[in-house]
């Protein structure tokens, strides 16, 4: 056979995966431009033993034009695999294009552990079960400088962007402008979430937690939670959790329902525990017609916030009060001012150090 010859059979043997060598029993992959090499090289991962490691090819988009199979555009993954985008030029990005109701990736199972490096997940659209960019189903999620943004779910799931039932893990990535029609805009984690140096902004939620809904445990460092909404706890939702909040910002997160919703900035209520360390409730707002709390709501008795060295500040709402409201809970001030919200700074509760 001549050279010629020789170059296309190889291309042609090269169209969906290319093998790299294994590496301390690291199987590894290049993954071609297309969603057909994509789905070939998940579904050759989960069946090989792991971990392994997919590199997607430079600069590509992999537009996935129909699901894989039902509610997911690519195969489930049931293994450990860590997907690295390019670090040359454009970063990867995944992405649903299609009229199909369909999220990205779906992790289930006790031994799937799914890492996603330097990429991009977008337009996701989940009709069932929530996480409209991601599901994580009792596995481990790990996301490392990672953009989750303009996914969906819609019907009863929570996550627009995200919804794990496992471990999850964000570090230096956003969660932006992604949607929920129940709770948990940006995320809603239900096991145990662990994030740092990440943006969540510009999520929305119909029911509770704009920015995410936490119930677990969550540890939450360096990080900032801007611009969401919903109905309910228009920055974070925490119930039944045990968590900590440590250099972080909380700012300008809205709740638009009226009644007895509240919580612009933070939500805190059955059973939770919440310590916030160094961090900044500022400038969060209800804007429905006799809403309270534009900061901080702890709600209901054998809920407990604990401040430290933070400050909760220009919360606004359209009732009393605008800073923080203790319905019968446990609220400690350590060296952090509440001061210059609006109608008022606490209550009804006595706060020790929060005044008017």
């Known amino acids: 056979m001549n050279k010629l010859g020789i170059l296309a059979g190889t291309a042609t043997a090269l169209a969906t995966v290319v093998a790299m060598p294994a590496t301390d029993a690291h199987a590894q992959a290049v993954v071609l431009c297309s969603q057909t090499a994509l789905r070939t090289a998940i579904t050759q991962a989960n069946a090989a033993p792991g971990p392994n490691t997919l590199f997607l090819a430079p600069g590509c988009t ?52 799914l890492t996603l490096n330097r990429l991009t997940v977008r337009d996701g659209l989940s009709d069932s079960s929530g996480g409209g ?14 953009e989750v943004t303009s996914n969906l779910a ?10 794990s039932s496992g471990a999850l893990t964000i570090r230096n990535s956003t969660v932006s402008y992604n949607r929920s029609t129940n ?9 145990t979430a662990t994030i740092s140096n990440t943006t969540v902004t510009g999520n929305t939620a119909k029911d509770s937690g704009g920015g995410m809904d936490v119930r677990g445990s969550l540890t939450l460092t360096n990080s900032r939670v801007t611009e969401n909404s919903s109905d309910d ?10 968590g900590t909040v440590t250099d972080t910002l ?20 059955n059973g939770s525990t919440l310590t916030l360390e160094r961090t900044t409730v500022f400038a969060n707002r209800t804007l429905g017609s006799g809403s309270p709390v534009g900061g901080i709501a702890n709600s209901g008795p ?7 060295n933070s400050s909760v500040t220009y919360n606004y709402a359209s009732a009393a009060p ?12 350590t060296a952090t001012p509440v001061q210059e919200n609006f109608p008022t700074n606490c209550t009804p509760s006595v706060i020790a150090g929060c005044t008017g």
Not at 133 to 146: P, R, Y
Not at 250 to 269: C, F, H, K, P, W
Not at 302 to 308: E, F, I, P
């Open 302 to 308: 054998g809920n407990t916030v604990n401040l430290r």
């Open 154 to 163: 819609a019907a009863t799931g929570p996550g627009g962007g995200i919804a």
């Open 233 to 242: 706890a228009g920055g974070i939702l925490s119930f039944a959790l045990t």
């Open 250 to 269: 909380i700012r300008g997160n809205t709740i638009a329902g009226a009644g007895s919703q509240r919580g612009g900035g933070l939500v805190n209520e």
């Open 133 to 146: 960019g991601i599901l994580n189903d009792g596995g481990a999620l790990t996301l490392n400088s990672v």
């Open 62 to 113: 992999y537009n996935l034009t129909a699901p894989d199979n039902p509610g997911n555009g690519l195969p489930v993954v049931t293994s450990d695999i860590t997907i690295v985008g390019s670090f040359l030029g454009t970063q990867n990005v995944i992405r649903r294009q299609s009229a199909t109701a369909f999220r990205i990736f779906r992790v289930q199972g006790p031994n799937a552990h």
């Open 322 to 333: 605008g800073g923080i409201l203790n319905d019968g809970g446990t609220v400690t001030l």
């Open 183 to 191: 709770n948990g805009g940006g995320l809603a984690s239900f096991g």
